[in-house]
């Protein structure tokens, strides 16, 4: 099971203001995006709940069971992210809800046009290329996954930021609002191409380097290399590569590796520098340099958490 990169626990509504015990709502304004902060203090079954725009929300603490239109319901815990279509309606079970072990979600509720223009930017900047299947765009057949250092601390800042007093949140918030809305659609993207990779290595050029970029993780992968097999110059390739993805090959290559040293961390046999020679890294001080940054902690901790998981 995957470390999961938890959200910061907000403080609880005192009891004298609750308006109901079931999905007791808090509402932060702002110019692009509604926040709601959403707590649960008894039992409940089947509560439907609908917002007129696309909605991110991650749980903050207790369990919530999602039932989503077309999709087998699942259980929904702290640590994790769920996206939803406007005018979406999800239907919500709290079987654990109970005064002392509350349930808390928070709702980030975002202005369709905000949306629009972020992806027409991305798209702009990035995407060179007309072909609808290269643009960028946000995905719902990919609607619940775990946080990554990134997201949590992403939306960490903007709960903060909603329930500030600053009378610059406005700004603030639309900072880390769009790059959040870059880093899902980003994270949506890369495992799209990765599957398709999986599947027919040979369909693209992109699927092509992908695929030799996962067959070959735990050996020396030379950028000169992965040029020559997608045709390009190295200055072409590395355009190329960011348009796709919004990051460098080195980083991608990097990012696939530390989720192949976390397969291999769950296993407390192997040790670090073992794990990292596994994974491509000649340098174990640059592993632990690269993961600590995409993780938030060492692949020492990581192996400790998997080992004795709270």
């Not at 439907?48 to 909605?55: A, E, G, I, K, R």
């Not at 996954?145 to 700004?171: A, G, H, P, Q, Y």
């Not at 073992?274 to 994974?279: G, I, M, T």
């Amino acid at each position: 099971m995957p470390i999961k990169h938890y959200l910061q626990k907000a403080g609880l509504t005192h009891p004298k203001y609750l308006q109901t015990l079931v999905e007791n709502r808090r509402i932060f304004n702002l110019k692009n995006c509604e926040l709601n902060i959403f707590e649960s203090y008894q039992e409940a079954y089947n509560i439907p709940l609908t917002f007129n725009d696309f909605v991110i929300t991650s749980m903050i603490r207790g369990k919530k069971v999602m039932h989503l239109p077309d999709v087998p319901a699942f259980d929904y815990l702290p640590g994790e992210t769920v996206i939803v279509p406007a005018n979406t309606t999800m239907v919500i079970d709290f079987p654990e809800a109970g005064a002392q072990n509350p349930t808390q979600c928070m709702a980030l509720a975002v202005d369709a046009g905000y949306i629009h223009d972020t992806i027409d930017y991305l798209n702009d900047y990035y995407n060179s290329s007309t072909d609808e299947h290269n643009a960028w765009k946000l995905q719902f057949n990919q609607y619940h996954f775990s946080n990554d250092t990134e997201i949590s601390d992403l939306i960490n800042k903007i709960i903060r930021v909603c329930s500030s007093v600053d009378r610059s949140k406005n700004i603030f918030a639309d900072l880390s609002l769009k790059e959040l809305l870059i880093r899902l659609v980003q994270n949506q993207r890369l495992q799209q191409f990765a599957g398709e990779s999986a599947d027919n290595g040979n369909q693209t050029r992109l699927h092509y380097v992908l695929n030799y970029i996962h067959e070959h993780l735990s050996e020396k992968i030379a950028v000169d290399l992965l040029c020559r097999k997608a045709y390009l110059s190295r200055n072409m390739f590395f355009k190329w590569f960011k348009e796709q993805f919004g990051i460098s090959p080195l980083e991608y290559i990097n990012a696939e590796r530390v989720k192949m040293a976390k397969q291999l961390l769950a296993d407390a046999h192997n040790d670090l520098r073992a794990v990292s020679n596994l994974c491509g890294f000649s340098d174990v001080n640059y592993f632990i340099r690269v993961f600590r940054k995409l993780e938030g902690i060492t692949p020492g901790a990581y192996q400790s958490c998997m080992a004795h998981p709270s």
